[in-house]
């Protein structure tokens, strides 16, 4: 035996050798794969951090309002407004007198929230859409095409804005809550939010999971499993849908960012979260309305702005790299 071989096959620390070390699931080898990727690794760092940053002011604001101080959120402050950072304020006022630090990551939560609540309506329609379809195949599946097709010809924010409009500002008399019982407006236009930006965000979710499905199902291992008996919720929930985990995975990440700036678009037009409530779209539309040709007040635009692509940005990246983790061309 050479000494080359002889290094190959000596063993590691735990005294096995290498033809005895357990083999990585795939989906170890895809987070391996994703811990290699740096820009990958920037983006998440940036997620987080946008995260916990938007957390600590929910956090901040509830503490005021448990101690009994004024909540920094609404607070109006004293004074000549809007005020440019200070060290008091470091985002600077509102034209009320308002933090923007505190709307600005408060406003975080809500833009996070919609986008994240969103992506799950969106990935839920779309996967189970998909895998219907391209599973069943045939008649059935140029039918659920169709339709998606149709749905993709309609102008999405023309819908959203439609269902928004439709639905009342404020729901009355909800069973259980009593007949006079009365949601305020803000959880109710919050909730058309989600629903109408995730009801229309589907689409391309559940082409790519058909087209994924299409080829999974023609496999060997579903072929034999079918051969074995197994039924059809069996062989779907058991043999494909864990296959199509990657692509599900990489599709919300993507999904995600697409839903907030569709938030913030809506906001922008005043069609989302009602005021006192703010989202990074209505700072953004506030900030502008404020702008005039005698002065400019930068920091109401700046500071959100940078936030929401900060998010989009990490979103992205983090994307990029579950989407080269996954793929096994590249392996």
Do not use: K
């Not at 391996?32 to 604001?61: E, H, K, Y």
């Not at 996070?112 to 609540?117: D, E």
């Not at 990074?280 to 500071?303: M, Q």
Request: one cysteine or more.
């Amino acid at each position: 035996m050479s000494d080359a071989a002889g290094r190959r096959e000596a063993p590691d620390a735990r005294g096995a050798l290498p033809a005895e070390r357990p083999a990585l699931s795939p989906l170890g080898i895809a987070m391996r794969r994703f811990r290699r990727n740096r820009l990958a690794l920037v983006g998440l760092g940036m997620l987080l951090g946008v995260v916990g940053a938007c957390a600590a002011g929910i956090v901040w604001d509830r503490l005021a309002v448990w101690t009994g101080r004024p909540e920094p959120y609404l607070h109006l402050l004293p004074g000549i407004h809007p005020q440019p950072p200070s060290l008091a304020d470091p985002f600077g006022t509102d034209p009320l007198g308002r933090d923007v630090l505190a709307r600005t990551l408060i406003g975080g939560c809500i833009s996070l929230g919609v986008g994240l609540a969103s992506a799950a309506i969106s990935v839920f329609i779309g996967t189970f859409w998909g895998l219907v379809a391209g599973y069943t195949g045939r008649g059935v599946d140029t039918a659920m095409m169709r339709f998606v097709d149709v749905l993709y010809g309609l102008p999405y924010v023309l819908v959203v804005i439609l269902l928004i409009v439709v639905v009342p500002d404020r729901a009355i008399g909800l069973g259980f809550l009593g007949p006079d019982a009365e949601i305020p407006s803000v959880w109710v236009r919050t909730a058309v939010l989600f629903a109408a930006i995730g009801g229309v965000s589907w689409l391309t979710m559940a082409r790519v999971v058909r087209g994924q499905a299409l080829s999974l199902r023609e496999t060997p291992f579903v072929e034999a499993a079918r051969a074995m008996g197994a039924g059809h919720a069996r062989i779907v929930l058991h043999e494909v849908l864990p296959n199509l985990m990657g692509t599900i995975l990489v599709c919300a990440t993507l999904t995600v960012p697409l839903a907030i700036l569709q938030e913030s678009f809506l906001s922008f037009l005043g069609l989302g979260v009602p005021p006192p409530m703010a989202s990074w779209g209505t700072l953004a539309s506030e900030a502008i309305e404020a702008f005039n040709p005698v002065r400019t007040y930068w920091w109401l635009l700046l500071f959100p702005c940078l936030f929401l692509a900060a998010t989009l940005m990490g979103l992205n990246f983090v994307g990029d790299g579950l989407r080269d983790a996954f793929d096994p061309r590249s392996r």
